[in-house]
């Protein structure tokens, strides 16, 4: 089974447009949805998530129709929303008892299990009997994921699961994820380019509603080899540098500018090659968009 959507297109009421003609082929494993902030990325996830509609084009999950058979689409998906909300005063098991009766569980005895292994899962056992008000930004996390597990869902979104946690608990969050990318279209939806080289098989890059990229991030940063050149140079000389060169990002190291530059041939001789990475990919894709947007 496989996601697919076709031309899918949204233009909010204010005229943004936050979605272009979008093509995807997401298969079964970690797809990375790659974008900057305002690229289209939560307009997207909350449409295949049923909770929001397109203006036109069409989304199939194997052979459901997401945009019209919505309650079918419900019963398999996962979804770990951006701003998950959790309700302080009440325990992680409880809430997820709750949650799993709401999605159907009616047996007692059946829906202890689940939530039992589920807790197992993502390592909140010890402290099920916590509020969820006490918990870190971590354990919200993981206690999102195990709400969204409930139900052996075949469909599972997040969107933008790792902002604002700690190293400890990405690394964390990564693991649990990875574990439960096998049989399932997992959809990690980020802003930060680390997720996807760690975690996913298959991704695409958005920028202003279109996909400039999509495949597998090994094949996308190959494509890239031969064509990344260092150099280090002073802050005042930047705006140079953008001028003359395809400049596809600036870092400030122990107080210099290094600058990455896109180029078929080494631009001049006090450039290095460099070995490319997907946070180049990102950045060649971005900028180009952009640029493109800007002439
Ligand atoms: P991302 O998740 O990649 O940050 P979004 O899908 O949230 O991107 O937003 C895409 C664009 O649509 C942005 O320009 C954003 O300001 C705009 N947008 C998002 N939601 C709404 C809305 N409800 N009404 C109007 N504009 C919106």
């Given amino acids: 089974m496989q996601?697919?959507?076709?031309?899918?297109?949204?233009?909010?009421?204010?005229?943004?447009?936050?979605?272009?003609?979008?093509?995807?082929?997401?298969p079964r494993g970690m797809f990375g949805l790659l974008g900057p902030n305002g690229a289209g990325k939560s307009t997207l996830m909350r449409t295949i998530a049923t909770l929001q509609e397109a203006d036109s084009g069409s989304i199939r999950l194997g052979e459901v129709d997401v945009l019209r058979e919505k309650t079918?689409?419900?019963?398999?998906?996962?979804?770990?929303?951006?701003?998950?909300?959790?309700y302080p005063k009440i325990t992680a098991e409880s809430m997820l008892d709750?949650?799993?009766?709401?999605?159907?569980?009616?047996?007692?005895?059946?829906?202890?299990?689940?939530?039992?292994?589920?807790?197992?899962?993502?390592?909140?056992?010890q402290v099920r009997?916590?509020?969820?008000?006490?918990?870190?930004?971590?354990?919200?996390?993981?206690?999102?994921?195990?709400?969204?597990?409930?139900?052996?869902?075949?469909?599972?979104?997040?969107?933008?699961?790792?902002?604002?946690?700690?190293?400890?608990?990405?690394?964390?969050?990564?693991?649990?994820?990875?574990?439960?990318?096998?049989?399932?279209?997992?959809?990690?939806?980020?802003?930060?380019?680390?997720?996807?080289?760690?975690?996913?098989?298959?991704?695409?890059i958005i920028c202003l509603?279109?996909?400039?990229?999509?495949?597998n991030p090994a094949s996308l940063v190959e494509a890239l080899q031969g064509k990344v050149w260092r150099r280090t140079i002073d802050k005042a000389d930047l705006p140079q540098y953008q001028q003359m060169y395809r400049l596809i990002s600036t870092q400030l190291k122990a107080g210099k500018t290094q600058v990455h530059v896109l180029s078929d041939f080494a631009p001049d001789s006090s450039f290095t090659p460099v070995e490319a990475d997907l946070e180049d990919v990102y950045f060649a894709k971005i900028t180009e968009k952009m640029n493109v947007v800007t002439v």
């Fill in 98 to 125: 709750h949650i799993a009766t709401l999605k159907g569980i009616a047996n007692r005895k059946e829906r202890k299990e689940v939530v039992e292994a589920l807790l197992q899962k993502v390592n909140l056992h």
């Fill in 72 to 86: 079918t689409v419900r019963q398999v998906l996962g979804y770990l929303p951006q701003e998950f909300g959790v």
């Fill in 129 to 204: 009997r916590k509020n969820l008000g006490t918990f870190s930004g971590g354990m919200k996390q993981r206690f999102g994921i195990a709400q969204a597990l409930i139900g052996n869902p075949q469909l599972i979104i997040v969107d933008e699961p790792t902002a604002g946690l700690d190293p400890a608990e990405r690394n964390r969050f990564h693991n649990l994820l990875s574990e439960i990318g096998e049989n399932t279209i997992v959809i990690l939806s980020t802003h930060i380019v680390e997720d996807v080289t760690n975690l996913c098989s298959s991704m695409a």
């Fill in 3 to 26: 996601l697919t959507i076709s031309n899918l297109s949204k233009t909010y009421t204010n005229g943004v447009q936050a979605l272009k003609s979008v093509s995807l082929t997401i």
């Fill in 209 to 215: 509603g279109e996909v400039v990229a999509q495949g």
